[in-house]
């Protein structure tokens, strides 16, 4: 994952800042996550889910 890239990115569902973690795109405030599919990140929200982990 593009660095730069990921300093643009924000949560689509609460414009919150997110990280990348493996095969997912973390928002750091409502504690969803995206998958990341063939290196894209899928931000919608429909494909949100809860993240459980650790961050």
Do not use: S
């Not at 800042?17 to 795109?25: L, S, T």
């Amino acid at each position: 994952m593009d660095e730069k890239l990921l300093e643009i990115l924000a949560c689509p569902k609460c414009k919150g800042g997110v990280k990348w973690k493996e095969d997912k795109i973390i928002c750091l405030q409502c504690k969803k996550y995206y998958p990341i599919k063939e290196g894209i990140p899928v931000m919608l929200i429909e494909e949100a889910k809860d993240y459980e982990g650790k961050e």
